[in-house]
T-cell receptor
Framework: EPEVTQTPSHQVTQMGQEVILRCVPI?????FYWYRQILGQKVEFLVS????????KSEIFDDQFSVERPDGSNFTLKIRSTKLEDSAMYFC????????????FGPGTRLTVT | QKEVEQDPGPLSVPEGAIVSLNCTYS??????FMWYRQYSRKGPELLMY????GNKEDGRFTAQVDKSSKYISLFIRDSQPSDSATYLC????????????FGKGTKLTVNP
């Protein structure tokens, strides 16, 4: 069964450093998303991406964040200058054109900012 | 009032019990309702997807949506220890936005 994959599973970085989280969505999916979950809190929407551009972003997704689909398979989230409060699980998700709301999540990247 | 509310539990039941998990919401524009299962430190796994009101059944799982009451439920029949996880409800409006709004999750333990 196809699945969303994410790398790395755990990333430790120092405050102020740049990080890139990587995702390979399900191959025939056209909609891509990033969500995050701070420990003990809700899963929160960050951004949606379709047709090589951002279709929606949340208040959390400020200028420090960017997304890119550098090739036909990868989807990345970059945080330019990490803060302590960016420590969270980051989930990539994807969905198909006929089922945009049936979003399939990856296993997540645990980001720890020290 | 929070947009999506979910009792965090924890909920502990014996094996074989029927489990009822619920969410309420305030945004009447929600049309799509999902249930996800999340094991500890893993990604949410899509269990059930429902559009608008009504029931949907898949094996031991039944999802119900009551839009008049702004209330959704997930029933698990013949619960198994492997069902022990956190169950998240999620919702979306129709048209334009694919953003899912999640509840905080209910932690379920099924005891053998």
């Amino acid at each position: 069964e196809p699945e969303v994959t994410q790398t790395p599973s755990h990333q430790v970085t120092q405050m102020g450093q740049e990080v890139i989280l990587r995702c390979v969505p399900i191959s025939n999916h056209l909609y891509f998303y990033w969500y995050r979950q701070i420990l003990g809190q809700k899963v929160e929407f960050l951004v949606s991406f379709y047709n090589n551009e951002i279709s929606e972003k949340s208040e959390i997704f400020d200028d420090q964040f960017s997304v890119e689909r550098p090739d036909g398979s990868n989807f990345t989230l970059k945080i330019r200058s990490t803060k302590l409060e960016d420590s969270a699980m980051y989930f990539c998700a994807s969905s198909s054109d006929g089922g945009r709301y049936e979003q399939y999540f990856g296993p997540g990247t645990r980001l720890t900012v020290t | 009032q929070k947009e999506v509310e979910q009792d965090p539990g924890p909920l502990s039941v014996p094996e074989g019990a029927i489990v009822s998990l619920n969410c309420t919401y305030s945004n009447s524009a929600f049309q799509y309702f999902m249930w996800y299962r999340q094991y500890s430190r893993k990604g949410p796994e899509l269990l059930m997807y429902t559009y608008s009101s009504g029931n949907k059944e898949d094996g031991r799982f039944t999802a119900q949506v009551d839009k008049s009451s702004k209330y959704i439920s997930l029933f698990i029949r013949d619960s198994q220890p492997s069902d022990s996880a956190t169950y998240l409800c999620a919702m979306a409006t129709q048209g334009g936005s694919e953003k899912l709004v999640f509840g905080k999750g209910t932690k379920l333990t099924v005891n053998p």
